[in-house]
Nanobody
Framework: QVQLVESGGGLAQAGGSLTLSCAASGSIFSIHAIAWWRQAPGKPRERVAQ???????SYANSVKDRFTVTRDNANNTVFLQLNSLKPEDPAVYYC????????????????WGQGTQVTVSS
C-alpha cells in the first residue's frame, strides 16, 4: 500500500512560480516511479513530469525547461517546481506512484493522490 498527499497548490501570477509537493508513505521502497499529472476543465488528464527510482526524469514538451521534478529521499517527498507559469498551466495537479508488486497479475499497482489546484492570474 502507498499513500500520496499533494500540497503546495494555490494562486500564482502569470510568469511566476509555484512548488508542489508529493509526500509518499506506506511501502515506499517498492515504488518504481512517481509522476505528476494534471487535468484542466474539459481536457483529458496528461502526464507532465516523471522521476524514476534511478533518478531519471522526463517531461512533457509543453512544460520542458519550465517545470522541474526533484526528490528528497530522506523525507519521502517528490517536488514539482513550476516556473514561468502560462495561462494553459492552471489545472488540478495529481501525484501518481507505480508500485512494484510481484504478486500482482500486472506486476505493479497504481496509486493517486487527491490532487492540488493550481490557479494562474494575469
Amino acid at each position: 500500500q502507498v499513500q500520496l498527499v499533494e500540497s503546495g497548490g494555490g494562486l500564482a501570477q502569470a510568469g511566476g512560480s509555484l512548488t508542489l509537493s508529493c509526500a509518499a508513505s506506506g511501502s515506499i521502497f517498492s515504488i518504481h516511479a512517481i509522476a505528476w499529472w494534471r487535468q484542466a476543465p474539459g481536457k483529458p488528464r496528461e502526464r507532465v513530469a516523471q522521476i524514476t527510482v534511478s533518478g531519471g526524469t522526463s517531461y512533457a514538451n509543453s512544460v520542458k525547461d519550465r517545470f522541474t521534478v526533484t526528490r528528497d529521499n530522506a523525507n519521502n517527498t517528490v517536488f514539482l517546481q513550476l516556473n514561468s507559469l502560462k495561462p494553459e498551466d492552471p489545472a488540478v495537479y495529481y501525484c501518481h506512484a507505480a508500485e512494484v508488486v510481484l504478486t500482482s497479475p500486472s506486476g505493479w499497482q497504481d496509486y493517486w493522490g487527491q490532487g492540488t489546484q493550481v490557479t494562474v492570474s494575469s
